[in-house]
């Protein structure tokens, strides 16, 4: 095992090196990367991606060991209780089955965020997605449990997954019915004014001028074979009018039930638009959140950290600054940046409300998905051409193999508690 471990620490350190040289290059035109192979040292061997601007990726393939060792270091101890800070740290490492894909097949109530789907020709990048869909996640102090189909559905007998937040928590909830697809019964996946839902009405967000309403956004309601139910609700900004008419709708929560919840992507940090910045609103709803609605419930709640998405801008800020106050408009953007500064003010905030609650807030678990998909910026749509028809590369959804791994520490923390 010390052996496997080492090995893999040269192939990480090798790793390293060219997501340092991918930063400096901030045009990666996702068409036209060719790929050619070479063997190094120990077994290392490696791919060269050139792109037509003509940067350079050099991925590194460790040689490859059993498959099922893959994320096991036998020194450590199972993932247990890792919600507490928000933090969880760790190491994404290339399966050593060089053609192994983080890939499910996705039932029609649950497609669109796959990145090898809907791009046009000549975005398709088969060189990036055979790299990126190899990755798999080694927490850096524990084992997390292997994802498990059987083994989440036993776990949810006569349970219900409720999502709300807005369409990063519909990703999670498309990657949760994807991976249980094979255990699912019946579905359905459509946007808010197609479904059956009664609630209809419009609610503003807060500090918003009355008249601009929150965004329904997306709804579904899986059935699995054994009773268990994934439903998701997801709307732009919280309103907690519209959060009690949608959980009148779904009847009496029970213990066994679990609500997942997040908002971010509609409270950027800056805003020039708004009087005051919407960070601020995010901070009340955020309050209301855990102590009127989640402290209160007797269903089991976590709280999604948010993402290290770019909202926009680098940094978090929203890019409708550059576009509004530059006349011949913002260059297309053709590949996602590693977020260079954090955004962790949103981790700080929820962390800074759990200790203001206190005891009460207490059952609040934090599921910790900010660092492991810190490093994963070629894993977003924007990566892979997509979300570019508004002259914006998408740089804020990431394709399902990495929010796959949300649901794989999902499964860790709520089937053993
Ligand atoms: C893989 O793990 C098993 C235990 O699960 C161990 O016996 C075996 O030696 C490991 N193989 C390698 C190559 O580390
Ligand atoms: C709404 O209800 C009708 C009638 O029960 C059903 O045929 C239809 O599939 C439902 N649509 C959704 C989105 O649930
Ligand atoms: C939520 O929406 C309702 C209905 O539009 C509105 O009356 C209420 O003021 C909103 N809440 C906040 C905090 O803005």
């Not at 046009?120 to 524990?142: H, I, M, T, W």
């Not at 209809?200 to 309601?221: L, S």
């Not at 740089?395 to 949300?406: A, G, P, Q, S, T």
Request: aromatic share 10%; charged share 20%; glycine share 8%.
């Amino acid at each position: 095992m010390k052996q496997r471990r080492s090995l893999s620490h040269i192939a990480l350190a090798l790793l390293l090196c060219p997501l340092a040289l991918a930063r400096h290059h901030t045009r990666h035109p996702s068409g036209a990367a060719e790929a050619q192979g070479g063997q190094l040292s120990d077994g290392v061997t490696s791919t060269d991606l050139h792109y037509n601007d003509g940067s350079l990726l050099k991925e590194l393939h460790p040689p490859p060991t059993s498959p099922q060792n893959v994320t096991v270091d036998l020194n450590l101890p199972i993932c247990h209780d890792f919600g507490r800070t928000g933090k969880f740290t760790g190491q994404w490492v290339d399966h050593p089955d060089r053609n192994f894909r983080q890939h499910s097949a996705c039932p029609k109530w649950a497609h669109d965020f796959d990145c090898d789907t809907s791009a046009g020709p000549s975005d398709k990048n088969p060189a990036l997605l055979a790299s990126e869909y190899r990755k798999v996640f080694q927490p850096d102090e524990c084992n997390l449990r292997p994802w498990d189909t059987q083994g989440f559905d036993t776990c949810m007998k006569g349970r219900r997954i409720i999502f709300v937040g807005d369409s990063m928590t519909w990703q999670m909830y498309t990657s949760l019915a994807c991976l249980l697809a094979p255990v699912t019964e019946t579905g359905v996946g459509v946007t808010w004014e197609k479904s059956n839902t009664t609630v209809t009405g419009e609610y503003k967000g807060r500090e918003w001028n009355e008249g601009r309403h929150i965004m329904k956004q997306y709804w579904a309601q899986v059935k699995l074979k054994n009773g268990g139910e994934l439903i998701a609700r997801c709307f732009g900004r919280f309103n907690g009018t519209l959060w009690d008419d949608v959980f009148a709708e779904l009847g009496p929560l029970t213990e066994r039930d679990v609500i997942i919840v997040n908002f971010g992507a509609w409270y950027p940090r800056f805003n020039y638009y708004e009087i005051r910045t919407p960070f601020e609103a995010y901070k009340q709803d955020v309050r209301e959140i855990f102590m009127e609605k989640l402290a209160k419930s007797p269903a089991q709640t976590i709280w999604r950290i948010n993402s290290p998405s770019h909202f926009g801008g680098h940094t978090g800020t929203f890019t409708a600054i550059e576009q509004m106050l530059m006349p011949e408009g913002v260059p297309k953007r053709q590949h996602c940046d590693p977020v260079t500064v954090g955004e962790y003010w949103f981790r700080d905030a929820v962390l800074q409300t759990l200790k203001e609650c206190g005891e009460p807030c207490k059952k609040i678990k934090l599921l910790p998905v900010f660092d492991l998909s810190l490093a994963r910026h070629n894993s977003h749509h924007g990566s892979f051409g997509r979300g570019r028809d508004v002259d914006m590369t998408d740089c804020r959804h990431f394709c399902l193999n990495v929010i796959d791994w949300w649901n794989i520490l999902l499964y860790s923390m709520m089937c053993f508690p």
